[in-house]
């Protein structure tokens, strides 16, 4: 028995250890940031392999208009230095399209950031939302957001398309340790010219634009 149950915790450590990232980082909100200075500047730098992946996949049920089979997902990996959090966006998405007049409703990605983690219910201004579209158009609200500190790199891919984003940070202390309240969200127009679909990291409504209470947690690492 004594035996045993080291075997055991072996066991279910390894199993940890196997499940995909987004397993765990949704179980408990939580996603790692590692530190790092990557250029932006649509090439995928090496610093980028060793950082978790994210996936955003939740779909928000009562906007979905489509089959939740072709929805556009995405996988997310964050970096973070002195005054930046970095996000890498590789987005499946089978058709394009930024026929919306609304910047939300054309395919894009949004990052939702509460710098200092206060979960208020309004924006207040270390809240924004930053987004870029796939053709690396940015646009965002919130009171904290300043499209100046905002900068993105759009490419296609084989699957749809990726999106770098540099966004800096003007509230957070930015050092090993910190947590900022954090969501992630992709919008998806699938061919009717306006959204069809619209998935999420962790909290599947459409309210992280107004409301930071339910976001979950990036750490920094
Ligand atoms: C939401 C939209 C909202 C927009 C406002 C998006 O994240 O999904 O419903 O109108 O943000 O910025």
Not at 92 to 104: G, I, P, R, T
Request: hydrophobic content about 35%; overall charge negative; aromatic content about 8%.
């Amino acid at each position: 028995m004594i035996r045993f149950l080291p075997a055991c915790l072996l066991f279910s450590v390894a199993i940890t250890g196997l499940a995909d990232d987004n397993d765990t980082d949704q179980r408990q909100g939580v996603a790692i940031a590692l530190r790092g200075t990557p250029k932006v500047d649509g090439k995928i730098d090496d610093l980028w392999k060793s950082c978790p992946k994210h996936t955003v996949a939740l779909p928000i049920t009562e906007l979905l208009k489509i089959d939740q089979k072709d929805m556009a997902t995405a996988t997310v990996q964050l970096l973070w230095d002195d005054r930046h959090l970095y996000a890498l966006w590789v987005v499946n998405d089978a058709a394009l399209s930024a026929e919306s007049s609304d910047d939300w409703a054309q395919d894009s990605v949004e990052l939702f950031l509460d710098q200092h983690q206060d979960k208020s219910t309004t924006y207040q201004a270390d809240d924004a939302q930053y987004r870029v579209n796939f053709q690396g158009k940015r646009s965002g609200q919130g009171t904290g957001y300043d499209e100046a500190d905002l900068k993105a790199v759009a490419a296609r891919t084989k699957k749809g398309y990726r999106v770098e984003m540099s966004i800096r940070t003007h509230a957070a202390d930015m050092k090993p340790g910190t947590v900022m309240g954090l969501e992630l969200q992709v919008n998806d127009d699938h061919g009717s010219g306006q959204r069809d679909a619209i998935t999420k990291w962790l909290h599947p409504e459409d309210d992280s634009w107004q409301d930071t209470s339910k976001f979950g947690t990036v750490q920094l690492k």
